[in-house]
């Protein structure tokens, strides 16, 4: 049982908008920055937004990110193939004293 | 370039001890906070402990809590991850990852039979 909470699953087909939501409450989303990342069979994740809302150089702004008190959400846009991955949301909580992570959401491009 | 090259993972059995190593390359090592995170198979990702640039300060995980120990060493770049008391369930792939997982490792893998 994560401290954050997303879907286990996503699905939408190639162009689409999909978004992934993270549930946590007031000592992690709520008071501190949400990070999400792309994890691909095999390989690192990968960081797509951080400080809530901002990306990294090289992501495509297709990704893009959002908060509003104790939840925050992931949106993908033009949906493509190579989107099919695992994808996490991380927050710092103040009561574990520690990051935590969400369960991560399975995106398939169907 | 950002490098970071895990190290050390490997077999162990239940209640034994390992010393995984990252190497850090391509930034300002000492400048930034450094996290280890794990992935049990087919799982997702666990936070597992993290340090302050000048290791005063380390936050663990409450289940490896009194085991593990992270260090690092700023004048050699590395950073490291002491595992005693080894258990089936640390059984996983071990990243290291800097400041706010913005730069990862490909990982090691640690696996402990019962």
């Known amino acids: 049982q994560s401290v954050l909470t997303q879907p286990p699953s996503a699905s939408g087909t190639p162009g689409q908008r999909v978004t992934i939501s993270c549930s946590g409450s007031s000592s992690n989303l709520g008071n501190n920055y949400v990070y999400w990342y792309q994890q691909h069979p095999g390989t690192a994740p990968k960081l797509l937004v951080y400080r809530n809302y901002q990306r990294p150089s090289g992501v495509p702004d297709r990704f893009s990110g959002s908060k509003s008190g104790t939840s925050a959400s992931l949106a993908i846009s033009g949906l493509r193939s190579e989107d099919e991955a695992d994808y996490y949301c991380l927050a710092w909580d103040d009561s574990l004293s520690g990051w935590v992570f969400g369960g991560g959401t399975k995106l398939t491009v169907l | 370039e950002v490098q970071l090259v895990e190290s050390g993972g490997s077999l162990v059995q239940a209640g034994g001890s390992l010393r995984l190593s990252c190497a850090a390359s391509?930034?300002?090592?000492?400048?930034?906070?450094m996290s280890w995170v794990r992935q049990a198979p087919g799982k997702g990702l666990e936070w597992v402990a993290n340090i302050k640039p000048d290791g005063s300060e380390k936050y663990y995980v409450d289940s490896v809590k009194g085991r593990f120990t992270i260090s690092r060493d700023n004048a050699k770049n590395s950073l490291y991850l002491q595992m005693n008391s080894l258990r089936a369930e640390d059984t996983a792939v071990y990243y290291c990852a800097k400041d706010y997982f913005d730069n990862w490792g490909q990982g090691t893998l640690v696996t402990v039979s019962s």
């Open positions: 391509g930034f300002s090592f000492g400048s930034y906070w």
